[in-house]
């Protein structure tokens, strides 16, 4: 084990609460749904059980629609807002009201495959609390059967502030019956590096519409302040439930199938609806008013994790990623440095997510781009080794930003940057 890789086992040990991991101490102090399952995969390569242990506390937050929250509140903490008091969910635990990334039946598939008997046991007790929140997302965040998976908060993506949103952002109007709220985040990081108070007010807005209603999921798609079709989203459902097919064939839960098959067959149609011709690569669609977003963003670039489009698409897309990936000396960008929106600094307006990373890295070697795949797992390596576990980088200098000590980060650099690790990157 190399420093960087016992610097990496410390960070996520000093995060963890005791059966779940917080991203990071002070700016985010519960459980979030995804960091939380690429951290199963940062512990896994020490410590499987404790690995399987965080996938269970998540499923611990699981609502009877089969929904898994986006943050589950274990306790509140005056560190962060806004905390349960706000959400409202009358859940126990408390929550937030909408989901996040599935990334989870992808993770239950690996941890699976690089492991024994323990890890089927475990999959076969979780299975079916995967398919019924995979069941949720096409029910609830697809009602029309359209093939894309819309959501209703940019909170829901994991993209909090893309420039994907900007246009359903725009058309929201702030609740005037909004409480004075104080933020937390820009005590603990620069401004500059985290959303505008527009945003924050906007964000509020959509959370209050669905405390107001109970969180009526139907209600709040066809009537909420914002219902966008996400490329992330849809493609991160897409390889899950490809990644949950194969799951249940090989525990044997034969009578999941056709169900999880008709769900992908309608995906990887329906996502082609994401496709944008003028910029060569897919775009979220806005639900209400049927306008793509205008830009190449690193959950565009998951086309080839999710396995869709042409030959002359995934050429395209490719090409999209070398330009992309010339303009910067860290890749890949959450935003197109081409694009008049790129901001280096601010959070999902261009730095680099390590997470992102690994999974666009995935889908390029899945799809024979093997020199775009290593220059994204090298960058990635070098940003971490060069600058530690910062929660995004700069990709023009390289500079951490957000909160550091990130537990997904270090989980990251665990199972797949760090150089010692090159028999598991390879899987
Ligand atoms: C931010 C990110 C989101 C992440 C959360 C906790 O909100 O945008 O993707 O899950 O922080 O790290």
């Given amino acids: 084990m190399s420093e960087i890789d016992e610097k990496a086992v410390a960070t996520l040990k000093a995060n963890d609460r005791g059966g779940f991991t917080v991203p990071t101490s002070r700016l985010y102090p519960y459980q979030w749904n995804w960091d939380s399952v690429f951290v199963a995969l940062g512990f896994a390569t020490f410590d499987r059980s404790r690995a399987w242990r965080e996938l269970e506390c998540l499923f611990g937050g699981q609502w009877p629609d089969g929904m898994i929250p986006h943050i589950i509140f274990r306790r509140s903490d005056p560190d962060y807002f806004p905390g349960p008091d706000v959400w409202k969910s009358g859940t126990a635990p408390p929550s937030s009201g909408h989901s996040q990334p599935p990334v989870l039946a992808s993770v239950m598939l690996q941890l699976v495959e690089s492991g024994g008997p323990d890890d089927e046991n475990q999959a076969r007790l979780h299975f079916d609390r995967a398919l019924a929140w995979h069941r949720w997302f096409h029910r609830e965040r ?33 609740d005037p019956d909004l409480p004075p709220y104080q933020r937390r985040d820009t005590e603990h990081v620069n401004a500059e590096q985290r959303p505008n108070k527009i945003d924050y007010d906007r964000f509020l807005t959509i959370v209050k519409f669905g405390a107001d209603c109970g969180w009526d999921q139907r209600n709040i798609a066809e009537n909420g302040p914002m219902f966008v079709a996400d490329p992330g989203m849809t493609f991160i459902l897409l390889r899950a439930d490809r990644d949950l097919l194969r799951l249940a064939e090989r525990i044997g839960r034969t009578d999941a199938i056709d169900e999880i098959r008709a769900w992908i067959d309608l995906i990887a149609a329906g996502a082609e609806s994401l496709w944008n011709d003028d910029i060569g690569g897919y775009c979220a669609r806005n639900l209400r008013t049927g306008n793509l977003s205008t830009g190449i963003s690193n959950a565009s670039m998951l086309a080839f994790y999710a396995g869709v489009g042409s030959a002359a698409q995934r050429e395209r897309l490719a090409g999209e990623a070398a330009r992309i990936l010339s303009k910067v000396e860290f890749g890949m960008p959450s935003w197109d440095p081409d694009h008049t929106a790129f901001e280096p600094k601010r959070y999902w307006r261009g730095p680099v997510w390590a997470m992102m990373n690994f999974m666009v890295a995935q889908g390029l070697s899945e799809a024979g781009c093997d020199d775009l795949s290593k220059r994204v797992r090298n960058d990635t390596a070098r940003l971490i080794a060069q600058t530690g576990f910062y929660e995004y980088f700069d990709p023009l200098t390289g500079a951490g930003y957000g909160g550091g000590d990130f537990s997904w980060t270090a989980a990251i650099w665990l199972a797949w940057a760090s150089p010692d690790n090159a028999t598991r990157a390879a899987q």
């Fill in 142 to 174: 697809d009602p029309d059967s359209r093939g894309v998976i819309g959501i209703v908060h940019p909170w829901e993506s994991g993209r909090d502030n893309s420039p994907d949103w900007d246009e359903a952002m725009s058309q929201i109007v702030v």
